[in-house]
């Protein structure tokens, strides 16, 4: 009874409202179909032309185009080289170097020998190293690498926030506003007098292209910017996927920060995505 009282609503609501007829149906769906072929075509001749050696990306700001800038200039890292940009139907997109190779994850971290797991890590220690020799700007604020709001998915996810004036404030903002006194003492009482220098800081585990046991280029530094020291040893912990045997060699190349690491895990500080098990660390 209660079926036939539903199927006697539906042709009721049919009744009253009735479905466009099949020509406004296609009119309505035209747009959205010559948008696809027209998407469809013009990425399958780029992928056919230019594709291989020039990566195009949609931007969120100028704050990517400007470190890769920065580190190209100031490093030896291999990353992207940046031709150019434009502002497309109200988006902004960058023209940039295809690197070879896959990301270390995609490519299996465990399927790799011992000797090409050592050359990679020394190939991110060296890298590291470059990049903690840039002297911070003048300010102690920790912000992009223009100076200005930072797009960090551990502080947040709706978008670029700061610039912070110091630790304190960032560390408040990732507390999303809790006062210490309402967090577990043990580790609240120790944590303000832990100031670290400010460094420029990339998160590079899941954008490291490597090929042959070696590594092409890092990519995708719209999160980069001028963190405290141990900001990028906690992002490398917390990645998606968790590749634990990877995770178990990070002290290799980036200063192992346990303290820190253990009270980002035990209040669950930055996106859930990123969290992984820390034990065996």
């Not at 409202?17 to 469809?40: A, D, G, M, Q, S």
């Not at 790799?112 to 020394?122: G, Q, V, W």
């Not at 045997?245 to 009270?263: C, D, K, M």
Request: one cysteine or more.
């Amino acid at each position: 009874m209660a079926s036939l009282s539903r199927e006697e609503r539906r042709r009721q609501l049919l009744a009253k409202y009735p479905p466009p007829p099949l020509w406004k149906r296609f009119l309505n769906e035209l747009p959205y179909t010559c948008k696809n072929v027209i998407y469809t075509i013009c990425r399958w001749l780029w992928l056919k032309s230019l594709g291989p050696w020039i990566f195009v990306k949609q931007t969120r700001g100028p704050e990517e185009v400007a470190s890769l800038r920065f580190v190209h200039a100031h490093t030896s890292i291999p990353v992207p080289r940046v031709y150019g940009t434009i502002n497309f139907w109200g988006k902004s997109y960058a023209f940039m170097q295809r690197l070879p190779g896959k990301d270390i994850l995609r490519a299996r971290w465990s399927q790799f020998t011992d000797s090409e797991k050592l050359n990679i890590h020394t190939q991110l220690r060296g890298f590291v190293a470059e990049l903690r020799a840039i002297p911070p700007p003048p300010s102690p604020a920790i912000c992009s690498v223009l100076g200005g709001p930072g797009l960090d998915y551990r502080l947040c996810t709706d978008g670029p926030h700061g610039p912070y004036a110091d630790e304190a404030e960032m560390n408040f903002q990732l507390r999303l506003g809790v006062p210490f006194d309402d967090i577990r003492r043990a580790f609240a009482n120790e944590s303000p007098q832990r100031a670290e220098d400010i460094i420029e800081s990339h998160s590079p585990q899941h954008n490291i292209m490597v090929d042959n046991g070696e590594v092409t280029g890092i990519v995708d530094w719209e999160c980069s910017g001028w963190y405290p020291r141990h900001w990028e040893y906690l992002k490398a912990l917390f990645t998606e996927p968790c590749d634990v045997e990877w995770r178990s060699g990070i002290h290799n190349f980036l200063t192992p920060f346990q303290y820190e690491a253990n009270v980002d895990a035990r209040f669950g500080w930055g996106s859930p995505k990123w969290k992984c098990d820390l034990v065996g660390l």
